[in-house]
């Protein structure tokens, strides 16, 4: 079951995602160079992350000064 989760997560596009509310739930690179967020946990600018990657608000991604990556523009 988990497996198959995974799967369908691989699966996302992240480019093909509508912009989401403020309350939605982004993904950044823990990283400081990590200037970033991503509205999928799979996308390919969070592949290069070798840092923890953190999940929390769009909201608060953005007061953190991150704007939104790349490929899902
Ligand atoms: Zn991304």
């Known amino acids: ?3 198959l989760l995974l799967l369908s997560l691989l699966l ?3 480019r093909n995602i509508t912009p989401p ?3 939605a739930t982004v993904y950044i690179c823990d990283s400081r160079g990590s200037k970033r967020y ?3 946990p799979n996308c390919k600018g969070l ?3 070798s840092h923890r ?3 929390l608000s769009l909201k608060e991604a953005k007061s953190r ?3 939104l990556c790349g490929w899902e523009k």
């Open 1 to 3: 079951m988990k497996a």
């Open 38 to 40: 991503h509205l999928s």
């Open 53 to 55: 990657v953190v999940k």
């Open 21 to 23: 509310a403020d309350t």
């Open 12 to 14: 996302v596009d992240c």
């Open 65 to 67: 000064g991150k704007t």
């Open 47 to 49: 592949r290069t992350c």
